[in-house]
């Protein structure tokens, strides 16, 4: 990598750009908390359970004790630049960790010392896997009855796949934990209590401890020789290899995701989060290391650009997340990965073809600011001003433009039909929907074509509480609402042809468009495609082609059995004919949507439901009338598996059937059992319920 000014290397040596990821309630944003607190960063510490947390600014997060939106800040250890993205671990807001794990170095996953490996765990995972983030794991809650360290390492391997490796053990655990073992150092590290500022010494191991240590030790280094050709080699010939050789060769492990090391502690008792700390600055990679991120061209895909991580290249930034601002109007989240952005500069949005004028540029702390003229490759901050750009927009230099992938978003699940309570409150409704959906791209706001209601989607029923909530206090809408329904969608299970043509005959000028299609179902997460496949191009005139894909692209967004979003289809244009004097763009745009539209209803149309993957952990005496219940939703149970006293129960059920799902099971169990569930699939919906939900909805009459 080439830096003409050796201080770029040093500046970004010492950075690191990092989320925390986890299943909701395992530890996030009380180990944000400490580390904000043990880094000088704040002066009290907050806590999520009375609703002080830093990190947690909304209302609604510090009422629920739950993060809602990934929160930004910054802070320093060890002379190194910590900046730091906390995520929400409820599978409602996955949106937010999605986006903040496109623009992060490194992230560590917090689990839940009890628990072990959890449902949205999982997801936040696959998440990390996607975008081959390296992380450092930590086994929270050491402190809690029922905590078990070796567990929560072996469900790592055994329900992540990740191949994990413990660099700390746990001296006592549950009431008794009050420190950890150093595996690489070979020191134990002992906290003389359990308040914010209780100190810690680094001590010789316990008599008890030293067996254990020094066979995690042995299974460290052989984990590590595997990877490192010239670890291997001293370590079979019995050499004693140095704690630098075995913190680089870590390094090296974690960097390039063979290997994720485990530690433990317990944030909310404080113990553990400074050696964590030294943790991310030993393991986590700075900008530096990361393969520089590749863009195309954005007039030309199959042309790459590679957006080199220095400060002297033209600028290349991605806007990952947009925020509302009552101050500020809207601020703009932006990771940059190459060159510098000025405050007061002209940019170009190459996702959209406009420039912008970057404003102000500030680095964040939760909701605080702080103002700065520029964020350089390797930062992590916010623009204000900018007009045209949205999340996974790029930003780059006009004279170099470069369009990095954007980021995907998630398809809601659920709907809510609502309406304003007064006229006056219509225009304030618009504006507050308007803001909303610009900040969160998995929720969605549509009209019905049949009844005319406004309905709003998102990811679950918290997500569109909160998402009401927003509206009532920051937009200040009184809204009625309806219940909550399920999104569903529709696909075809057979190839169809279909011929469109819209023929108009008034005074002057009239209206022709004739369009042939071919449809066919395509495979499972492909999507909808739209091409155009004109054997003969003199049948429909080159100026007709766009309209008429975009006709069938919008006909696809309404389908022919209910009215919902059809999924998984291609679409080929094949052919059609014109007139010379009435043919327009509208004639062939209306007739493109009416030969999808009769092609849909020939192609065999099949609803389709979103299926939730569901863990339920309950006591034993309670299995058989959770499955029973569970049976009688729809639910299907995979697998069933002890932890401690309680039983996992892991079940596939259609999200039609988990409404009031909580309150049905505090119920069965006497309030002893919990449930998580994130959203899996879509799947069939039987021909029989099918059949009772067209009939509700007017499509078929019994």
Not at 249 to 267: D, H, I
Not at 675 to 691: G, L
């Amino acid at each position: 990598m080439s830096f003409k000014d050796p201080k770029n290397i040093d500046e970004l040596v010492w950075t690191r750009n990092i989320g925390i990821m986890a299943h909701i309630d395992a530890g996030k944003t009380t180990t944000t908390e400490r580390i904000l607190y043990y880094t000088g960063r704040n002066y009290k510490v907050g806590e999520v359970h009375e609703g002080s947390a830093t990190m947690d600014w909304m209302e609604q997060e510090q009422e629920r004790g739950i993060t809602i939106t990934s929160a930004a800040t910054m802070c320093f250890w060890n002379d190194h630049r910590i900046n730091i993205i906390d995520t929400p671990g409820h599978v409602d807001f996955t949106i937010e960790v999605e986006r903040s794990l496109r623009v992060l170095d490194g992230a560590i996953a917090v689990f839940d010392g009890v628990n072990g490996v959890e449902p949205q765990s999982e997801t936040v995972w696959r998440q990390a896997d996607k975008y081959k983030v390296p992380r450092i794991c930590l086994v929270n809650k050491m402190d809690r009855v029922g905590a078990d360290f070796d567990m929560s390492v072996n469900s790592l391997r055994e329900k992540l796949g990740a191949d994990s490796i413990a660099i700390q053990i746990p001296i006592g655990a549950e009431e008794s934990f009050r420190g950890v073992v150093d595996l690489v150092k070979m020191k134990a590290i002992v906290w003389d209590g359990d308040s914010i500022d209780a100190s810690f010494e680094t001590t010789e191991i316990p008599d008890d401890l030293k067996g254990e240590a020094a066979s995690r030790r042995v299974e460290l280094l052989e984990k590590l020789a595997e990877t490192n050709d010239l670890l291997m080699e001293k370590y079979l010939e019995g050499e004693n290899l140095s704690e630098e050789e075995i913190k680089l060769a870590l390094r090296e492990a974690v960097l390039s995701q063979t290997l994720f090391p485990v530690l433990c502690g317990s944030a909310f008792k404080n113990k553990g989060v400074q050696p964590l700390l030294d943790a991310v600055v030993d393991y986590l990679p700075s900008p530096l290391e990361v393969p520089p991120v590749v863009g195309e061209a954005p007039d030309d895909a199959a042309k790459s650009i590679k957006c080199e991580t220095d400060f002297e290249a033209p600028v290349v930034a991605l806007a990952f997340k947009i925020k509302s601002d009552s101050f500020a109007g809207t601020l703009t989240y932006v990771r940059v990965y190459s060159g510098v952005l000025v405050a007061g500069k002209a940019v170009l949005n190459s996702s959209s073809s406009r420039k912008e004028r970057v404003g102000k540029l500030v680095k964040m702390h939760a909701d605080h600011r702080e103002e700065v003229n520029e964020l350089k490759a390797g930062d992590i901050g916010a623009a204000i001003g900018l007009k045209w750009t949205t999340t996974g927009h790029t930003l780059c230099d006009i004279k170099n433009p470069v369009l990095l992938e954007p980021i995907g978003f998630p398809e809601p699940v659920i709907s809510v039909a609502i309406e304003a309570k007064s006229t006056a409150d219509q225009s304030k409704l618009n504006e507050g929907l308007g803001k909303l959906g610009q900040e969160d791209p998995s929720f969605t706001v549509r009209e019905d074509s049949e009844t005319g209601q406004m309905l709003i989607s998102g990811m679950g029923e918290l997500h569109l509480e909160i998402l009401l909530d927003r509206l009532k206090r920051e937009f200040k809408v009184q809204v009625n609402q309806g219940k909550p329904q399920v999104s569903y969608r529709e696909c075809i299970k057979s190839s169809a042809r279909g011929d469109g043509k819209f023929i108009r005959q008034a005074s002057g000028q009239g209206q022709y468009g004739h369009v042939v299609v071919e449809i066919e179902p395509q495979k499972s997460g492909l999507g909808n495609e739209v091409v155009e496949a004109l054997s003969d191009e003199s049948s429909i005139p080159k100026e007709f082609i766009a309209p008429a894909l975009q006709g069938m692209r919008d006909a696809l967004e309404n389908g022919v059995l209910a009215g919902y979003q059809v999924m998984n289809a291609k679409v080929k244009l094949i052919g059609g004919s014109f007139n010379e004097q009435d043919s327009s763009e509208v004639a062939f745009k209306i007739a493109g949507s009416m030969a999808v539209k009769e092609a849909l209803q020939q192609a065999s149309p099949q609803l389709m439901e979103p299926i939730a993957k569901l863990e339920v952990t309950t006591p034993e005496e309670f299995v058989g009338a959770v499955i029973g219940d569970l049976n009688g939703r729809r639910g299907k149970v995979n697998s069933m598996n002890s932890r401690g006293n309680v039983q996992i129960i892991n079940a596939l059920i259609p999200i039609a059937e988990i409404f009031g799902y909580a309150t049905e099971l505090r119920s069965l169990t006497q309030g002893r059992a919990s449930f998580a569930m994130e959203v899996s699939h879509f799947d069939e919906v039987p021909s029989k319920i099918q059949r009772g939900i067209l009939v509700k909805l007017g499509r078929i009459v019994e």
